[in-house]
């Protein structure tokens, strides 16, 4: 972000280990498939060379000469496809966009369904998805707040998980998971209306919820917690009744809708 003067080891592994998995879940379209596994490369030879974890550092200023190959291409292929702003008006907001194209395109292109002969790289598999986008948020994402939440969320095992390490379309909603029950949180925190929060809507995909279940979706169990504690905002018991419609998500359904 502008204000570190050198990254250490650690530090290092981790973007080596994130710019390998932008490498092999970004969409081939966007083309930078190349430039990033050259980054990759060149991140892998500071840290074969720095043998042990006390031993490197890389300095910000050779961090920039590495990467400006690759932000170069990434500012080409915004202006070539995409020529609608972006809905986004927050790092937060573009984050959750980011971890649900890899993911996406995780389950797209598994090793399982795809080939070297399709010209397309190999996807990372699910474990190695999630536990490089784990150590890239405790490093680098910058909301305090949300990281510190992220992490309690991951290191307890919540929202399925054990079954995402193992399965990319579990990967894929596993995401989806964290992302409603973060919205529905933070509405009800901050008490903003009394909109409902879950997405997809019912008015978007109608065969996504079955609106005759008779329970309440466990993803959304942290929300409900913090408004009957009486931990929410002024309105965040209207905020939260409006999700006690009981709708369970139809998650087949959900996997198709999140992948068209």
């Known amino acids: 972000d502008g204000n570190v003067e050198a990254f250490s080891y650690t530090q290092v592994r981790v973007i080596e280990a994130w710019i390998g998995l932008l490498a092999t879940n970004l969409p081939p379209a966007f083309g930078l498939h190349q430039l990033l596994q050259e980054l990759r490369r060149a991140l892998s030879a500071r840290l074969r060379a720095a043998q042990t974890a006390q031993g490197s550092r890389l300095c910000a200023v050779d961090w920039h000469s590495l990467a400006a190959p690759v932000l170069q291409e990434i500012a080409q292929v915004g202006q070539r496809d995409f020529t609608v702003p972006s809905a986004c008006a927050s790092e937060t907001c573009r984050l959750w966009s980011l971890l649900h194209v890899l993911t996406a395109e995780g389950f797209r292109r598994q090793p399982e369904t795809t080939t070297a002969l399709d010209g397309e790289p190999l ?89 005759e279940s008779p329970h309440d979706w466990e993803v959304l169990s942290e929300t409900l917690a913090m408004q009957e504690g009486g931990r929410g905002g002024p309105r965040a018991a209207d905020a939260v009744r409006a999700l006690r419609s009981r709708a369970s998500p139809q998650e087949p359904e959900v996997l198709r809708f999140l992948l068209a």
């Open 123 to 211: 996807a990372a598999r699910p474990a190695e998805l999630l536990t490089s986008i784990r150590d890239f948020l405790e490093e680098y994402f910058k909301c305090l707040y949300c990281r510190r939440h992220f992490l309690e969320q991951f290191d307890r095992g919540s929202y399925g998980l054990h079954s995402a390490r193992r399965d990319a379309g579990e990967a894929v909603l596993y995401f989806w998971r964290l992302h409603n029950a973060v919205s529905v949180r933070i509405a009800a925190e901050h008490s903003c209306d009394e909109v409902d929060r879950r997405w997809p809507p019912l008015s978007v995909c109608a065969k996504c919820w079955d609106i």
